[in-house]
């Protein structure tokens, strides 16, 4: 239903309850259903999950009074258009990553990961005390938009890789698959990026399309099947320290919901973001074992090439820093996430390393 038909008959229904003492409950009269169109296959591990927690729990919040439609990307629309479905009315709300529409204005590159920037815990911190979902707010709403955090992958794999990367040299030449940011700090390596939807990486991948490619971590991409193509494995990336997922509602649609049904969206997300990280880091260990047993090598990229990426990831992100806005939340994104580290890598950083060089044999 859209809204117009949804308002039109609201008021036929109030009609017929001043004429008839048989009228329908309130809270029949109240039921909406809305549409969210994904950038994801459906079943896709772990990000399609996300999406589906977050109606479900919507549905569940509001009694049924608030539904939500699930539509798996090319089901309404492509996974890439969801941005644009959603902020011209056609769907309601999307759930994706929204790295994807750097395009529309690069400061959407913050509310998914930035390259060498907050692991999950130190974005969740800014997001929610900080001031993240504020600057989050004032972003998508000059797309006529209203955006929650509604996941999170943790931090993802460097990728996988048909030979080993030993030095930034390595990079020169590959046709390698990876969306935002981070393909730009790899384009400056001499790379040259593919940014393909989840759907289409396997068979990229495997017609020798594309040479390599990050999908998420050991647990989705063991379920991709990656590992069945090549068994160089990069374990971690600087591209997505964490990667966040958005839901995301056209703002005509938001500001014509009841508070109630507007504090369901909000508090489904916010669970699904943690129900989310936790599944993916429930999941990634033991996928991790089982794609070492099946013969694939899990390595680290040499300091050499942390260097190099670090260098280009500071040229990448300078270039934007032109944009009042983009500079509007790095200039608070920055000096949060120095915060923020200044407490755990004293702390849990510390405690996590000793604790496996201690406990190893338990």
Do not use: C
């Amino acid at each position: 239903m859209d809204r117009r038909s949804f308002i039109r008959n609201a008021a036929l229904g109030g009609a017929a309850a001043a004429a008839s003492s048989l009228a329908a409950p309130a809270i029949a009269q109240g039921k909406r259903k809305l549409t969210m169109v994904t950038s994801w296959p459906r079943g896709f591990a772990g990000v399609w999950d996300a999406a589906e927690v977050t109606a479900k729990a919507i549905t569940q919040i509001t009694d049924g009074t608030l539904e939500i439609e699930v539509k798996a990307a090319g089901e309404l629309v492509g996974a890439f258009e969801v941005f644009d479905a959603v902020s011209s009315g056609q769907a309601d709300m999307y759930h994706a990553a929204d790295y994807y529409f750097v395009n529309k204005h690069p400061a959407f590159q913050f509310f998914t990961a930035l390259p060498f920037g907050m692991v999950a815990t130190e974005f969740n911190a800014w997001y929610y005390h900080g001031n993240g979902q504020k600057l989050h707010d004032e972003l998508a709403g000059i797309f006529n938009l209203k955006p929650f955090i509604a996941g999170n992958t943790g931090l993802q794999a460097g990728g996988w890789f048909r030979k080993e990367i030993k030095s930034p040299d390595d990079f020169k030449g590959l046709k390698f698959r990876m969306p935002g940011f981070g393909g730009k700090v790899l384009s400056e390596l001499g790379v040259s990026i593919q940014n393909l939807p989840g759907g289409e990486i396997y068979q990229a991948l495997a017609s020798g399309a594309i040479d390599g490619t990050e999908w998420i971590g050991p647990w989705a991409d063991e379920k991709a099947g990656f590992q069945e193509i090549t068994k160089i494995y990069y374990a971690a990336g600087m591209h997505e320290p964490s990667a966040s997922l958005s839901v995301t509602t056209n703002l005509d649609v938001w500001n014509s919901l009841s508070p109630a049904h507007q504090k369901a969206i909000e508090t489904a997300a916010g669970y699904a973001n943690i129900w989310s990280l936790a599944q993916f880091q429930m999941n990634n260990g033991a996928a991790l074992r089982r794609l070492k047993a099946e013969g694939v090598k899990v390595l680290q990229f040499p300091d050499s090439v942390w260097e190099a990426m670090g260098e280009a990831a500071k040229k990448v992100i300078s270039g934007y820093l032109s944009d009042d806005l983009f500079k509007k939340i790095y200039d608070d994104y920055i000096p949060a996430m120095k915060d923020i580290s200044g407490w755990l890598s004293v702390s849990e950083g510390v405690y996590v390393k000793q604790r496996d060089r201690v406990m190893k044999d338990m």
